[in-house]
């Protein structure tokens, strides 16, 4: 619906029922991209829950057959795509915009899973798929250019600057929820602590601790014993992560005003 109500934005009317319908197909081609990773996800994470329901690779019909599953989502884009848009002037542009913001979520994805130092956490990486894609296929679709040759305005890194931000201060509360939130709220089980996540949480913790609170989070975050999990969420609460969160929020809040 992003697409959608983005071009109308941009339009200030409402769609026609052609313009409605390439609109939608991009919509269902960022589902898609979004189904594929967490799929893939899930698998890499080893988690057991997604939206209340196990995991797809969990299901004993499918197991490992959900990595192929995974690429046969991605494959789909590019199917519809090609089917849809290869006669339009943009063709070429929104194939690029889909491949670029994949490298965005790959990299991200990388970063997560073998952990980067604590003064590097990449918060991008959902950012680039359920923020910017969403307006930067709305603005394509509506026949906005990279730049703009009489006021040297380039619509795009304006977006990318407004949308980004917005993305990453989703990110923080979705790392938030997963040390603090009930499978009620987000869906699934909180898997970052023991899964070795590069995390806000974490990295805040790591600012905040003590040397015995450090040696603590070191000898046990991305443990899997459950008393080794409690250990750190202990020490989450020691140095004020949910205080931190709630100033975060505030500062994020500020800054958007201004």
Avoid at 7 to 16: D, H, K, N, V
Avoid at 80 to 100: A, G
């Amino acid at each position: 619906m992003s697409v959608i109500d983005s071009a109308e934005i941009l339009l200030g009317r409402s769609l026609t029922d052609a313009e409605y319908g390439k609109a939608a197909v991009l919509g269902w081609c960022i589902e898609l991209f979004q189904a594929f990773c967490l799929v893939s996800d899930d698998v890499m994470d080893k988690c057991l829950v997604r939206r209340t329901q196990p995991c797809w690779y969990r299901l004993p019909h499918v197991r490992l057959i959900a990595i192929n599953d995974a690429c046969m989502l991605r494959s789909a884009i590019f199917h519809l795509l090609k089917k849809h848009f290869r006669q339009e002037t943009y063709y070429v542009d929104v194939l690029e915009l889909f491949h670029d913001v994949s490298f965005n979520t790959d990299t991200g994805q990388l970063v997560d899973l073998i952990t980067a130092s604590e003064d590097t956490v990449d918060l991008s990486k959902t950012a680039y798929y359920s923020f910017y894609l969403p307006v930067a296929l709305a603005m394509r679709l509506t026949g906005i250019l990279d730049s703009d040759p009489a006021t040297a305005i380039r619509p795009y890194q304006i977006a990318l600057s407004i949308l980004i931000p917005l993305g990453e201060y989703f990110q923080v509360q979705d790392d938030w929820l997963d040390y603090a939130g009930t499978v009620e709220q987000i869906g699934k089980v909180g898997t970052d602590i023991i899964d070795n996540k590069c995390s806000w949480c974490i990295n805040t913790a790591l600012a905040l601790a003590n040397p015995e609170q450090r040696a603590i989070l070191d000898a046990n975050y991305g443990g899997k014993g459950r008393g080794q999990e409690c250990k750190v969420k202990k020490v989450f609460e020691e140095v004020g992560i949910a205080e931190e969160y709630a100033k975060y929020e505030d500062d994020a809040f500020a800054e958007s005003l201004g």
